[in-house]
């Protein structure tokens, strides 16, 4: 897994000339990568989620788009339209941004349900399908998408079906004193994205993607996972728990998480506790109960992780 490690390491390294004291977060992001999964980064304006998932595009040597939602975009101007070539006599497929390697899904929220179930097939399928007919997407294909948790006018929440296909949903939060400075001086004459380069290929890519699938899980692990996820179903302040997607979602995570971070080839109780805020917090839909005591579902699953004991 050394491999993987190394190439973790660089995508990193070169993520962080941007985006300045959140390796956590840009970890945690390059895990969405090498799972085949997607991420939902959440987090008020301005503490640089559209630049995050820039600069991991411009990282890779992959194609990229971005989809500036709105409350008037329809479907079609995310999979794509076919239009009559009157040259050939016939009709040819247009393809819409979403048909892309990295997708840059900006103010998720903002786009009306009919749209945003345009992604569903996208992220669920790996395909889109126009007028009856359906188009493969490339390979890697990973969906970036940015909300604002505060905003609520002409914005349209996620749908529990769409937020289950996220794998994490990861927040970046504000940066400390010295990082702030550092950022402004860093700006002070050009963006630092003006300079990044690609430093991995999308060959390279797919190539740590089957890696980590090689990464071991012990029976006692697998069985601490499930007792996790069971445990947010019968949890008190839960309305609903997450369901098997969410077992696979923390197990992929975890095993690219050892991968990643140390070169394991096998996972530890401790990448579970880790990873398991991200994968299975935007997971549980809280009871109403709940949400009057201010509870979140992250303060719901650290409890289980309380409760919960390894190898019980």
Same mark, same amino acid.
């Given at each position: 897994?050394?491999?993987?490690?190394?190439?973790?390491?660089?995508?990193?390294?070169?993520?962080?000339?941007?985006?300045?004291?959140?390796?956590?977060?840009?970890?945690?992001?390059?895990?969405?990568?090498?799972?085949?999964?997607?991420?939902?980064?959440?987090?008020?304006?301005?503490?640089?989620?559209?630049?995050?998932?820039?600069?991991?595009?411009?990282?890779?040597?992959?194609?990229?788009?971005?989809?500036?939602?709105?409350?008037?975009?329809?479907?079609?101007?995310? #999979?794509?339209?076919?239009?009559?070539?009157?040259?050939?006599?016939?009709?040819?497929?247009?393809?819409?941004?979403?048909?892309?390697?990295?997708?840059?899904?900006?103010?998720?929220?903002?786009?009306?349900?009919?749209?945003?179930?345009?992604?569903?097939?996208?992220?669920?399928?790996?395909?889109?399908?126009?007028?009856?007919? #359906?188009?493969?997407?490339?390979?890697?294909?990973?969906?970036?998408?940015?909300?604002?948790?505060?905003?609520?006018?002409? #914005?349209?929440?996620?749908?529990?079906?769409?937020?289950?296909?996220?794998?994490?949903?990861?927040?970046?939060?504000?940066?400390?004193?010295?990082?702030?400075?550092?950022?402004?001086?860093?700006?002070?004459?050009?963006?630092?994205?003006?300079?990044?380069?690609?430093?991995?290929?999308?060959?390279?890519?797919?190539?740590?993607?089957?890696?980590?699938?090689?990464?071991?899980?012990?029976?006692?692990?697998?069985?601490?996972?499930?007792?996790?996820?069971?445990?947010?179903?019968?949890?008190?302040?839960?309305?609903?728990?997450?369901?098997?997607?969410?077992?696979?979602?923390?197990?992929?995570?975890?095993?690219?998480?050892?991968?990643?971070?140390?070169?394991?080839?096998?996972?530890?109780?401790?990448?579970?506790?880790?990873?398991?805020?991200?994968?299975?917090?935007?997971?549980?839909?809280?009871?109403?109960?709940?949400?009057?005591?201010?509870?979140?579902?992250?303060?719901?699953?650290?409890?289980?992780?309380?409760?919960?004991?390894?190898?019980?």
């Amino acid at each position: 897994m050394k491999n993987v490690q190394a190439l973790s390491d660089k995508l990193v390294a070169n993520i962080e000339k941007v985006i300045i004291g959140k390796r956590q977060v840009v970890r945690l992001v390059v895990v969405g990568l090498l799972c085949e999964g997607h991420v939902l980064i959440e987090d008020v304006p301005g503490v640089g989620k559209t630049m995050l998932a820039r600069s991991l595009a411009r990282s890779l040597g992959c194609s990229f788009s971005r989809i500036q939602c709105t409350p008037d975009m329809l479907p079609s101007d995310v #999979t794509g339209v076919y239009i009559y070539n009157q040259a050939e006599r016939e009709f040819e497929f247009r393809p819409g941004p979403v048909v892309s390697q990295i997708v840059l899904a900006d103010e998720v929220n903002r786009a009306t349900p009919k749209t945003q179930a345009a992604l569903l097939e996208a992220m669920q399928e790996r395909q889109v399908t126009v007028n009856g007919t #359906t188009h493969k997407l490339p390979r890697p294909f990973m969906v970036l998408a940015t909300q604002n948790p505060i905003e609520y006018e002409g #914005t349209f929440p996620l749908p529990e079906a769409q937020l289950d296909r996220f794998l994490l949903r990861i927040q970046l939060g504000y940066p400390d004193l010295r990082d702030e400075i550092l950022i402004l001086e860093q700006q002070k004459l050009v963006h630092p994205f003006d300079a990044l380069e690609a430093v991995v290929s999308g060959e390279e890519v797919r190539d740590a993607q089957k890696s980590i699938r090689e990464v071991h899980l012990s029976d006692e692990i697998k069985r601490y996972i499930v007792e996790i996820v069971r445990a947010t179903r019968a949890h008190e302040g839960v309305y609903l728990g997450a369901s098997p997607r969410g077992s696979l979602a923390l197990t992929r995570a975890c095993q690219a998480w050892a991968a990643l971070t140390e070169g394991r080839d096998y996972v530890l109780p401790d990448d579970v506790k880790r990873l398991a805020p991200y994968a299975l917090g935007h997971r549980v839909i809280l009871s109403s109960s709940a949400r009057l005591r201010d509870l979140e579902s992250r303060d719901v699953v650290r409890d289980v992780l309380k409760n919960v004991a390894v190898g019980k």
